[in-house]
């Protein structure tokens, strides 16, 4: 318990005491809000849970002040301007109850999202911006803004905190000084080619921001903490264009100098705290880090913040690990540690670390597929291993009258993930899995540096069914004979799937994605990658890194083409990263054959052959429910779940699983 027990001391923002150095970093609250732009009831459970979990500061995700100027389709999001008074009244519970647990909350104002709307969110009227420019999805120009907008903008923001105070909120972060939202635009001179007072030099650009702060300040008084989401660095290479992590470009948006005057600039004028990331949505892996980028990658930019400015600096992005946490905290790289995904994982990651308890959170693995691409497909915010996130009160541990014994075939996240919730509901799992761990594709998958947390996963399952007391077998096949000699009251059948494979001739050479991950067979320093969804795109870079020369060959056009990441930030970063690596690609192509150490390729009714020392097939998988079919009329009560019932994500393995074990 001691080790950590800095990250466990008071820090001072302004005239607030928080009581840790845990933040929870602002994450975009679609589906929490009701219809008048209250906090709905999803909204106040999924917060509250997270201040009962240990976490010292609450930051909410985005609330817009003003719906006029750029509509945004009222009520994706809260807002402390649209019904001031039924605001007050919702936010008024949540702040209270947070406040029970001893933690302080904030409300995350925006000005408005600009050339980066997002298209499904995007109303009848055309984008805006400073000027006049591209906007970052759509081929549009933006409108610009007029000065009157900008000061009814400006208003809005004093209206919408003096609101928030009233509420409750001990603070408000105003979004922002970054990743290319509309007051960045202004900031920023690519975006910026105004000729009035709100463009031109670094101060007249950061006007919008300074007027923001001035005006909060006014209407709610000196005392009333202001903090800046910002960000020092940008990362663009040109509109719609990012960087990649090492790579050597011109940076087109702000810079490292640039970031170190506007800090002090910033400050000066009034904020209270600086919440530092780096990117744009230009280069937005960088904003929303995939598993492609390191952990702790902000962590030079807070630091360097921490060197400029004489405010708390609050550092994010992917800082999961408790022990580079408080390493940033002792050698004073930042004041604290904000957790925006790992706490939709984990509500309890706080406590849990307090009570030393480290095996028992349950890991992030920076798929985005719950969060932003949830968030940018489907306006819903939730977790891919936590069903429970932001539903909290509907998504409730069922009770049970009777506790049932439940046989649970197959040991991947559906299998664990069921046997983990039945235990907790009091029911008496069984798991019998026919290879050597748990986890089942959470381990070929987890073999890139790059997905470790697939591995964490696997191994959180295994101690959590371990501590829940549930009776694992490894290493064995159960037949339909022992089911039926069995007096299970339910059987639970996830059996996953197996890879697609077929002849090319030398199957000597030829082998499963899986077989490559798992280390059983040896690719050579040359080969071929059938497929280019997401395995053979992750299994390629991955090759790649190690020094391997690797094609791939994709029968589509494009890369990612199918069951692609839902979140662009992970899809577009993969993308970029396999040829940047040198991986060759040929889409729009077929695999013929492979002999004496050539691939024959079809490629737009051409042949041509490529050397390779093998070739690996990443085409797919097909479900494996041939045991399901044999019990579905011989088992009273029989479940089907994860890939044997339909090849899909971790997520709704998980998800499925969950919702199935919490009604049996």
């Not at 003096?162 to 635009?185: M, P, S, T, W």
């Not at 949830?374 to 069922?398: D, W």
Request: one cysteine or more.
């Amino acid at each position: 318990m001691m080790k950590y027990k800095q990250l466990f001391t008071p820090v001072q923002i302004g005239s607030l005491t928080i009581k840790n150095r845990f933040a929870m970093a602002p994450m975009g609250p679609l589906g929490l809000s009701d219809s008048e732009g209250g906090f709905n009831q999803r909204g106040i459970d999924y917060y509250t849970e997270r201040a009962k979990g240990g976490t010292g500061l609450i930051i909410t995700g985005v609330t817009f002040v003003d719906n006029v100027v750029e509509e945004h389709g009222m009520p994706n999001c809260p807002c402390p301007t649209h019904n001031p008074v039924h605001f007050i009244r919702t936010a008024r519970e949540m702040t209270e109850r947070i406040h029970a647990y001893n933690a302080k909350v904030f409300l995350q104002m925006s000005g408005g999202f600009g050339r980066v709307t997002i298209p499904t969110n995007l109303g009848e009227f055309p984008p805006v911006a400073p000027s006049p420019i591209q906007h970052r999805w759509l081929d549009k120009t933006c409108r610009e803004l007029t000065v009157e907008e900008i000061h009814t903008i400006v208003e809005k923001f004093g209206e919408g905190a003096y609101n928030a105070k009233r509420a409750g909120f001990d603070g408000v972060q105003i979004h922002a000084v970054h990743e290319g939202y509309l007051i960045d635009q202004f900031a920023i001179s690519l975006f910026n080619h105004r000729t009035d007072e709100y463009g031109g030099s670094l101060e007249n650009r950061l006007r919008f921001a300074r007027e923001i702060v001035e005006e909060i300040k006014d209407k709610c008084g000196e005392d009333f903490v202001v903090t800046l989401r910002y960000s020092p660095k940008s990362f663009i290479k040109g509109l719609r264009d990012g960087a990649l992590p090492g790579e050597e470009f011109e940076e087109k948006g702000r810079d490292l100098p640039e970031g170190i005057e506007a800090a002090k600039l910033l400050t000066a004028y009034g904020y209270d705290a600086l919440d530092t990331d780096v990117g744009s949505y230009d280069s937005w892996w960088w904003s929303h880090p995939p598993m492609y980028q390191e952990k702790g990658l902000y962590r030079p930019y807070a630091k360097l913040m921490k060197e400029t400015v004489d405010v708390p600096v609050i550092c994010a992005g992917r800082m999961d690990n408790p022990d580079m946490a408080l390493e940033a905290i002792e050698n004073g790289t930042c004041d604290m540690v904000s957790l925006g995904r790992p706490l939709l994982a984990d509500p309890d990651y706080v406590n849990k670390l307090r009570r030393n308890c480290v095996e028992d959170i349950r890991p992030c693995i920076s798929c985005q597929e719950g969060c932003m691409g949830r968030i940018q497909e489907y306006s819903a915010l939730n977790c891919a291993v936590n069903p429970q996130a932001c539903r909290e009160r509907y998504t409730a541990y069922e009770p049970i009258l009777q506790p049932k014994k439940v046989l649970i075939i197959g040991g991947g996240v559906a299998g664990c993930e069921a046997a983990r919730v039945l235990a907790l509901r009091g029911h008496q799992p069984v798991l019998v899995e026919k290879e050597s761990k748990l986890g089942g594709n959470l381990i070929p998958g987890g073999a890139p540096e790059f997905k470790e947390d697939d591995l964490a996963l696997a191994k959180w399952y295994t101690v959590q069914l371990e501590k829940l007391g549930v009776p694992v077998t490894l290493n064995k096949t159960i037949t339909k004979a022992e089911v039926l000699d069995s007096d299970y009251d339910t059987v639970i059948v996830a059996t996953g799937s197996t890879p697609k494979v077929f002849s090319l001739g030398d199957d000597q050479k030829v082998f499963t994605a899986a077989d490559v991950l798992n280390g059983d067979k040896d690719c050579g320093d040359k080969t071929v990658i059938v497929g280019g969804g997401l395995v053979g795109c992750e299994l390629a870079l991955w090759l790649a890194e190690k020094g391997k020369k690797v094609t791939i060959v994709e029968a589509l056009d494009k890369l990612l083409a199918l069951n692609g990441p839902l979140c662009h930030a992970n899809s577009e970063m993969l993308e970029k990263l396999v040829p940047y690596h040198g991986v060759e690609i040929i889409t729009d192509a077929k695999v013929k054959g492979y002999k004496n150490g050539a691939v024959s390729v079809e490629v737009q009714g051409e042949e041509k052959s490529i050397e390779s020392d093998s070739v690996i097939l990443a085409v797919g998988y097909k479900e494996n429910k041939s045991l399901y079919e044999e019990l579905e009329f011989e088992v009273p009560e029989i479940y089907l779940l994860g890939d044997a019932k339909k090849v899909s994500n971790i997520m709704y393995g998980i998800w499925d699983a969950f919702e199935v074990a919490n009604h049996i």
